[in-house]
Nanobody
């Protein structure tokens, strides 16, 4: 059974840092890219970072570029999101996702959630001012 399990969320003050983890069990699926997404109440799901698993090339949304870093540990089948300089605007549920179909995943400058076919359950990040 395919599983993506996020952890590492929590509450932090503005200016602080958190690292999220996503333990992936994807068995025989070929993973082309993995990504981090977030969704705040009343807002659409936003793609914030992706990594192409074969090349380790990364891409970030403008809202997190320079503050967040996506990385992968292939030996541990784990995806990470290192978040620095957090602001209250970063408060959201954070999800990891995998593309096992080789989709485009980036449309213009936007990371497209519809191109990812496996999702975790999410981990909450709350940033207080």
């Amino acid at each position: 059974q395919v599983q993506l399990v996020e952890s590492g969320g929590g509450s932090v003050q503005a200016g602080g840092a958190l690292t999220l983890s996503c333990a992936a069990s994807l068995y025989d699926y070929t993973t082309y890219s993995m990504g981090w997404f977030r969704q705040a109440p009343g807002r659409e799901r936003e793609g914030i970072a992706i990594i192409y698993t074969g090349s380790s090339v990364t891409y970030y949304s403008g809202s997190v570029k320079g503050r967040f870093t996506i990385s992968q540990d292939n030996a541990e089948n784990t995806l990470y999101l290192h978040m620095n300089s957090l602001t209250p605007e970063d408060t959201a549920m954070y999800y990891c996702a995998a593309d096992t179909q080789g989709r485009t995943v980036i449309a213009g400058t936007r990371i497209n959630p519809n191109d990812f076919n496996f999702w975790g359950q999410g981990t909450q990040v709350t940033v207080s001012s």
